[in-house]
């Protein structure tokens, strides 16, 4: 079965750090670029960053650029948000994603929830 | 503020056909394919259209999406019930160097 799982959400105070992960399941997770997508609480969809295939380039938002840091570990098939200095605005799902980039393979996880409040 | 724009809510009853703007710029619409996603409130997004106008199998084909220019479209056509969600659609942005997500579009059967 082809899927993913995000871990690691919770409560955290301002300033603190969490480590998310999503493990993937069901599909070839070296071949594909890995997204982090949010969503705070009744908003809408942020992209917040990428990683390509091989773990050698990243992309990050310009609101979590120098604060959020991106990893994959093909070996493990297993991809990673390390989120420091957090802010209250950091609140939201975290998903992690496989994005189209023009072919129907699409595939999102089911979320984990990032709460930054003191 | 998001990249794309989107109006916040449309409506139309059963049967109808609703469209869903979305517009962008040279460097996101303009210059790369548009896709959109479907999601029901508690659930993660579902590929809707890819590639401008490309259904996933198992997408119903009334829903169909268009591009020209720096702006592209969702339709619904004959609106029913369970097409009540929040659409979104997204591309790639060569400036920002990463995906960008329209505000989201909460459609309404009456």
């Known amino acids: 079965e082809v899927r993913m799982v995000e871990s690691g959400g919770g409560s955290v105070q301002p300033g603190g750090s969490l480590r998310l992960s999503c493990a993937v399941y069901?599909?070839?997770?070296?071949?594909?670029?890995m997204h982090w997508v949010r969503q705070a609480p009744g908003k809408g969809l942020v992209w917040v960053s990428h990683?390509?295939?091989?773990?050698?380039?990243?992309s990050y938002a310009d609101s979590v650029k120098g604060r959020f840091t991106i990893s994959r570990d093909n070996a493990k098939n297993t991809l990673y948000l390390q989120m420091n200095s957090l802010r209250a605005d950091d609140t939201a799902v975290y998903y992690c994603?496989?994005?189209?980039?023009?072919?129907?393979?699409?595939?999102w996880g089911r979320g984990t929830l990032v709460t930054v409040s003191s | 503020q998001s990249v794309l724009t989107q109006p916040p809510s449309a409506s139309g009853t059963p049967g109808q056909r609703v469209t869903i703007s979305c517009s962008g710029s040279?460097?996101?619409?303009?210059?790369?394919?548009v896709y959109w996603y479907q999601q029901f409130p508690g659930a993660a997004p579902k590929l809707l259209i890819y590639?401008?106008?490309q259904r996933p199998s198992g997408v119903p084909d009334r829903f169909s999406g268009s591009k020209s220019g720096t702006s592209a479209s969702l339709a619904i056509s004959g609106l029913r019930s369970e097409d009540e969600a929040d659409y979104y659609c997204?591309?790639?942005?060569?400036?920002?160097?990463?995906?960008?997500f329209g505000g989201g579009t909460k459609v309404t059967v009456l």
């Open positions: 994603a496989v994005l189209s980039s023009g072919s129907d393979f699409d595939l």
């Open positions: 069901g599909f070839t997770f070296s071949s594909y670029w």
């Open positions: 990683i390509i295939s091989d773990g050698t380039r990243t």
């Open positions: 040279s460097s996101n619409i303009g210059s790369n394919y």
């Open positions: 590639r401008n106008d």
């Open positions: 997204a591309a790639r942005d060569d400036s920002l160097s990463g995906r960008v």
